[in-house]
């Protein structure tokens, strides 16, 4: 499977921003997906994930409550919805996904990484 991760951009900080994951090459109801993000000499961290099957959810603690995964099987997309969104988000975000995934927070648990999408807030 090829994710494509798109919707990133320039925002003021309060503002808010959709990034999505699209997924070709084979159906995407199968497949556990999650977001991660690196900023500038920064290690790369988790942000959400979604299970493939009862579409349960896992946030980081900087990220519970502004944001929210959610998936459309029939777009064969993953969106991730920012709000209040604060200058410590910006990065750049990628999505990811593994076959038949949970939620893991585990960036080794995935097998198929998509390219980025910058995310700049601005104060």
């Known amino acids: 499977v090829q994710l494509q991760a798109s919707g990133g951009g320039l925002v003021q900080a309060g503002g808010s921003l959709r990034l999505s994951c699209a997924a070709s090459?084979?159906?995407?109801?199968?497949?556990?997906v999650g977001w991660f993000r690196q900023a500038p000499g920064k290690e790369r961290e988790f942000v959400a994930s979604i299970s493939w099957n009862l579409g349960s959810t896992r946030y980081a603690e900087s990220v519970k409550g502004r944001f929210t995964i959610s998936r459309d099987n029939a777009k064969n997309t993953v969106y991730l919805q920012m709000n209040s969104l604060k200058s410590e988000d910006t990065a750049v975000y990628y999505c990811?996904?593994?076959?038949?995934?949970?939620?893991?927070?585990?960036?080794?648990?995935?097998?198929?990484w998509g390219q980025g999408t910058q995310v700049t807030v601005s104060s």
């Open positions: 990811v996904g593994k076959i038949y995934g949970g939620t893991s927070n585990n960036p080794k648990q995935y097998d198929y």
């Open positions: 090459g084979r159906t995407f109801t199968s497949y556990g």
